[in-house]
Every structure is written in structure tokens, then in C-alpha cells.
């Protein structure tokens, strides 16, 4: 697929809808800007210079202008109605969360909170750690997502998730993984000198391993 040329390999389970359009988005400006290079040339070959030949004004066409106009408004409409419905499908109806987390940006990592076994955030329980997250996979996660400090963005380009982290404001994010493996989560906002640097983990494990692990790191920083 051509979303693989730009996009490492996509493990959520609205990627699909986000390559989607991305792909139809960028056949789109392709027939379109070949259409413009090949009347571009023309009109470069058929209005030349020559010999004897002087200047002279030509009138527009309405109908084409009308034609080429009522196209692109159409397909802008289109486009923009069909990337409001995926918006709506990952930003504001996602699904209820199976576990959760806290993920708070700072320069230059991410602290991440997990509930404690009482399953709830802000008591004794809860065990944070920075830059590591570890999920189940084919679980709904949920993140409550904010900034110490500036403004940071959270990017995880195998689930297609980038949400910006803005002090003061709490954003909630979800995901669905459909693979194990370990993945990148680099700070995509420029933050400062440590900006480049601030880089967390991903790993997406079966239900078995994750929990083994909570286990260990509980009974490791009791």
C-alpha cells in the first residue's frame, strides 16, 4: 500500500481509516497536479514566442472557470465531510477504556502513571514511571494526557496518534494496539534544547506479560 512509503507499519484499529485518507488525499493532488504540468507545457509550447507574431489579449472562459470551480469546491466538501466523520470516530466516540493511565510531558520526558492495584489515580498505590509504557494488546487504553510545563505532542506513528499536551488542560486519548512489539514515542512539538532527546517506549505485550510485568514493577517499588 502506498501509506507504507510515508508511515511505518500501522498496529491500531483506526489506522486503516487514516491511511485511507491519506492515500485518497495524495491520488487526488496527483491527478490534479499532472493535469496542471501537462496544460502548463502545453500552453508554454502552443503560446511561444515566434517570429512576426505580436501579443494578444484572449478571453477567459466562464464555463470552464465555472466547471473547475464546482469540481474543487465538491471535492474539498467531500474530503472535508469524510474527515469529520473519522475525526469523530477516534476523537469524540471512542470506546470505554479498559485500562488506564496518566501521561504528563515535561522537558524532556514522559512521566506515566499507572493506578495502583485499587485501580484509581492520586492514592499511595500509584506507581509512576518515566518514558515506559506498557499496554495489553487488543485492550481500549485511555490516557489523561497534560503538560508540566510547555506545550509537547505526543506521537506514536505505528497507532497513527499524535495529540498535543498543553499545560493547565487534561486531553483524553485512546488507542487500540493490535500487535505486540516495542514502538517509538517521540515528542513531535518543539519543546527546547532537549526536544530531540525526549523520546518514551511503547510496548505492547499479551494480557499475560503485562500483567506479569505491573506485578514486578509493583513489587519492585513497594
Not at 511561444?48 to 507574431?53: D, F, I, K, L, S
Not at 494578444?56 to 474527515?83: K, P, Q
Not at 517509538?184 to 500483567?211: R, W
Request: overall charge negative; hydrophobic content about 40%.
Amino acid at each position: 500500500m502506498l501509506e507504507h512509503l510515508y508511515f511505518p507499519h500501522d498496529i491500531s484499529t483506526f489506522g486503516p481509516q487514516i491511511d485511507w485518507l491519506f492515500e485518497l488525499i495524495f491520488w487526488i493532488v496527483m491527478v490534479v497536479w499532472i493535469a496542471v504540468m501537462i496544460a502548463m507545457v502545453y500552453f508554454m509550447i502552443r503560446y511561444r514566442t515566434r517570429p512576426g507574431r505580436k501579443a494578444e489579449y484572449i478571453e477567459g472562459n466562464s464555463r470552464l472557470e465555472i466547471i473547475w470551480t464546482t469540481a474543487t469546491t465538491v471535492i474539498l466538501i467531500t474530503l472535508a465531510i469524510m474527515s469529520r466523520s473519522t475525526w469523530a470516530d477516534i476523537k469524540e466516540h471512542g470506546p470505554p477504556g479498559d485500562v488506564f493511565y496518566q501521561v504528563n510531558a515535561k522537558q524532556f520526558n514522559w512521566e506515566i502513571t499507572y493506578p495502583g492495584p485499587d485501580g484509581k489515580f492520586g492514592t499511595k498505590d500509584d506507581l509512576l514511571i518515566e518514558n515506559e509504557l506498557h499496554v495489553p494488546v487488543n485492550k481500549v487504553v485511555r490516557i489523561d494526557l497534560t503538560s508540566k510545563d510547555v506545550i509537547h505532542s505526543f506521537f506514536v506513528p505505528n497507532l497513527r496518534l499524535k495529540q498535543d499536551a498543553v499545560p493547565g488542560r487534561i486531553i483524553h486519548v485512546w488507542f487500540e494496539a493490535t500487535e505486540t512489539g516495542q514502538y517509538e514515542i517521540p515528542c513531535a512539538e518543539l519543546c527546547g534544547f532537549g526536544h530531540s532527546g525526549m523520546k518514551g517506549n511503547l510496548t505492547v505485550q499479551s494480557q499475560e506479560d503485562y500483567d506479569k510485568w505491573v506485578k514486578d514493577q509493583y513489587s519492585q517499588n513497594k
